[in-house]
């Protein structure tokens, strides 16, 4: 712009040749040229104006530039004049800055009117005694602030009608306060009126008794320093009338660089329906398999019978064949109804431990040499060769038959399998490794639930999707914990570690 204004032909303007400018103008531009903060300046009675390098890209590619130097500015402006007009006179007339800020002043560039957003000040230029002077606009354009602003609020509206739509209730928790906001649902749910901060408290009030421990915890645990601050819980409110209602929270702890939770927010569904639902369906598997269990129990006793009768009987060899079929796919069935009825015992908090000494390498390696009769699994035992535990020896081998059962069904092609058993002093830890189809990263969370499977419409490997979740069980009443790791086509790690002796869980 230095160069423009020098090469400029000021005869021609009200200004004259620069030769004959005043001090306070040359001052004035001199500012404005070495500044990076955008301003204009409008000199002298017909307002004849300057601008710097930082103004120019206001003024569009296309458009007032660099027609806008040496021009009046009641010509440069015809589309804004009613608006700046005012205030041009107003600091001329009183000495006195204006300040507007993100104002929508609309200006012609890149061939169009554009709308555009400004933060400016208008101030007095003051010259000689007797002359003129000016005004100065420092200004910036607040046009992408604005629009981001406006971007956000939309995301924001967006958000809260999608909210809104979804039936769900919003929370966000202050870790340092331990109280949160709500929305208009979850207040309701709550039955909480006004709307000020809720304290934890009110939120524990409002859980019924036997999930109000649960619920704490859950808490506390999301907050901890060092936690992956997941929180997912389900728990049942009542409000004064005492109707009650379940529901599902859902919800993040984020934690700053030295480990303390700062913000902790998530959503509440209602989840009563779907809880009723799978009570029903709970009820029913419950039901139909106790039904079962009687049949069965003495179909299997008259096949053995058969099958001793088949041997000291003479008869045909088909028949033989046909008997040990039915045997076989009678174990099938009844392993599927074991499974069926320990989920009912889960949930009726009845699965009992039945605690014995005993070696726990000895039970594994008796596991896999039934699980794989034929031998075309390769079993490598690592670690340990004996190690004694105090457990429950048909749960323990009942989780085993599940992780070998299912590094064998979910490794088609490879077919070698790692089993280590190590232990510290006080717990052993289990590790059964496959190299077959691997599992999702973001399934593996979801892996010990209730019906679970991660091809649940596949049918290339059959199962009810309990196993997982009858082991973790299993392995919680032991106060153990059981985990995975896992990769897409590189195949699983499952593990359990026990307590080799914990008087606690008999
Ligand atoms: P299922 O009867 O379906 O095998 P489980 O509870 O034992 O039920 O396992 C739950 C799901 O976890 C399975 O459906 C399968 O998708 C996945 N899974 C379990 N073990 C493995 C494994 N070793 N490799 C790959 N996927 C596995």
Redesign the pocket.
């Known amino acids: 712009m230095g160069r423009l204004i020098r090469d400029f032909n000021w005869e021609d303007t009200s200004l004259g040749a620069p030769a004959g400018w005043s001090q306070s103008l040359l001052t004035t531009l001199s500012i404005m040229l070495n500044s990076r903060f955008p301003m204009f300046l409008f000199w002298g009675p017909d307002l004849i104006q300057f601008y710097n390098d930082a103004y120019r890209p206001s003024l569009g590619s296309n458009g007032k530039h660099p027609k806008a130097l040496g021009q009046r500015a009641e010509e440069c402006w015809p589309e804004i004049w009613p608006v700046i007009k005012p205030v041009i006179d107003q600091v001329l007339e009183t000495g006195q800055p204006s300040w507007s800020e993100n104002e929508l002043i609309p200006i012609f560039r890149n061939n169009c009117l554009e709308d555009a957003f400004w933060t400016y000040s208008y101030s007095r230029v003051f010259d000689e005694p007797g002359k003129f002077g000016g005004v100065l606009s420092i200004c910036t354009e607040t046009t992408e602030a604005v629009q981001s602003h406006k971007n956000i609020q939309n995301a924001k509206n967006e958000l809260e009608f999608a909210v809104e739509a979804a039936d769900l209730g919003t929370w966000d928790f202050n870790p340092v306060t331990f109280k949160f906001i709500g929305n208009d649902r979850l207040r309701e749910w709550f039955g909480i009126t006004g709307d000020e901060e809720i304290g934890l408290d009110v939120a524990l009030a409002a859980t019924i008794e036997e999930d109000r421990e649960r619920m704490a915890a859950a808490v506390a645990k999301a907050l901890e320093k060092g936690s992956d601050g997941n929180y997912n819980i389900i728990y049942t409110i009542q409000d004064q009338e005492g109707n009650r209602r379940i529901v599902e929270a859902t919800g993040r702890a984020k934690f700053d660089a030295e480990g303390k939770a700062y913000q902790f927010s998530g959503i509440l569904q209602d989840v009563t329906e779907k809880q009723q639902l799978q009570m029903r369906k709970d009820e029913f598997i419950s039901v139909a398999s106790h039904e079962l269990k009687t049949p069965i129990t003495s179909l299997s006793a008259s096949v053995q019978i058969l099958q001793r009768l088949v041997k000291t009987e003479s008869s045909s060899e088909k028949m033989a064949t046909f008997v040990t079929k039915a045997n076989n796919n009678l174990s099938k069935l009844t392993y599927l109804l074991d499974d069926l009825l320990n989920v009912t015992k889960i949930q009726q908090g009845q699965l009992a431990l039945n605690i014995n000494r005993f070696d726990l390498v000895e039970l594994i390696k008796d596991c896999c040499e039934h699980i794989n009769p034929l031998q075309d699994y390769d079993f490598v035992f690592m670690g340990d060769e004996t190690l004694m535990v105090y457990a429950d020896y048909r749960r323990i081998d009942q989780v085993m038959v599940?992780l070998i059962g299912?590094?064998i069904?979910?490794?088609p092609r490879k077919k070698r399998i790692e089993i280590t058993v190590i232990h510290d002093d006080e717990t052993a830890t289990v590790s059964v490794r496959?190299f077959?189809?691997?599992?999702n990263s973001q399934k593996l969370p979801h892996?010990f639930d209730r019906y679970?499977?991660?091809?649940a419409f596949g049918h290339q490997?059959s199962?009810?999707?309990?196993?997982?979740?009858i082991s973790a069980e299993i392995i919680n009443r032991h106060n153990g914990k059981i985990g995975v790791e896992?990769e897409v086509g590189n195949?699983?790690t499952?593990w359990f570690s026990i307590p080799l002796d914990d008087p606690s869980i008999a």
């Open positions: 599940n299912n590094a069904k979910y490794s496959d077959g189809i691997g599992i892996l679970y499977r991660v091809d490997f199962g009810l999707g309990l196993g997982l979740y896992s195949g699983s499952f």
